[in-house]
């Protein structure tokens, strides 16, 4: 299987997968170390009871990851096929799903140029201005306080302002652009 690279059109469907066998593989050591003891000693008081009790600390940790990810809703094929027509030069971000202490959002695909963030979700439930004071409170945070970011959930308007955003012949800094970027790929599952 090819690794799941944040970013990537696919990556929640790939790193879900990983970390259903992950979390599947941490349970089942944790057992096996339960039974282990169990079956040496015929009592639940042996030092491989402790370590399974421990080794439930990390099968834990990614259930809890594994529950983020069957929540979060990556871009869908036809909104995939109908971008990647007008995204010419411009770097798309797929699958992008920023977690905040009130609400999630599931952004389907997004670029960053020059001073803009252009976003498109298809989650109906996308509170879009939270969405994007999170989105700008995020890069304050980081530093770029001058970012234009818009969201939006209408595919047609969104692949239009695609289109814009090419034919802009804007003199931009990629270097910033990517460091944009990186900060985005941090904030977001």
């Keep these: 299987m090819k690794k799941a690279i944040k970013g ?9 997968t990983l970390v259903i066998i992950r979390t599947i593989s941490f349970f089942a050591i ?7 003891g169990y079956a040496a000693t015929h009592t639940k008081r042996n030092l491989l009871t ?4 421990l080794g439930c600390l990390p099968a834990c940790k990614s259930l809890v990851n594994m ?3 069957f929540r979060a809703t990556g871009c869908s094929l036809s909104a995939y096929e109908m971008i990647r027509e007008v995204e010419g030069h411009l770097i798309g971000m797929f699958d ?7 609400k999630n959002y599931a952004i389907s695909h997004m670029v960053v ?3 803009i963030i252009l976003a498109y979700t298809e989650d109906p439930g996308c509170d879009i201005p939270a969405c994007r004071e999170h989105l700008e409170t995020m890069l ?11 969201v939006n959930d209408d595919l047609s308007r969104y692949c239009e302002q695609l289109k814009g955003l ?11 652009d990517d460091e944009v970027r990186v900060v985005l790929y941090d904030i977001s599952l």
């Design 8 to 16: 990537t059109y696919g990556y929640l469907d790939k790193k879900r």
């Design 30 to 36: 944790a057992l096996a170390l339960f039974a282990a």
């Design 50 to 53: 402790v370590v399974a009790v």
């Design 67 to 69: 529950i983020m990810y």
């Design 96 to 102: 992008m799903y920023f977690t905040a202490y009130q």
């Design 113 to 115: 140029e020059d001073r």
């Design 140 to 150: 304050k945070q980081a530093g770029y306080k001058d970012m234009t970011i818009t």
């Design 166 to 176: 090419n034919d802009k012949n804007q003199t931009c800094n990629p270097e910033r």
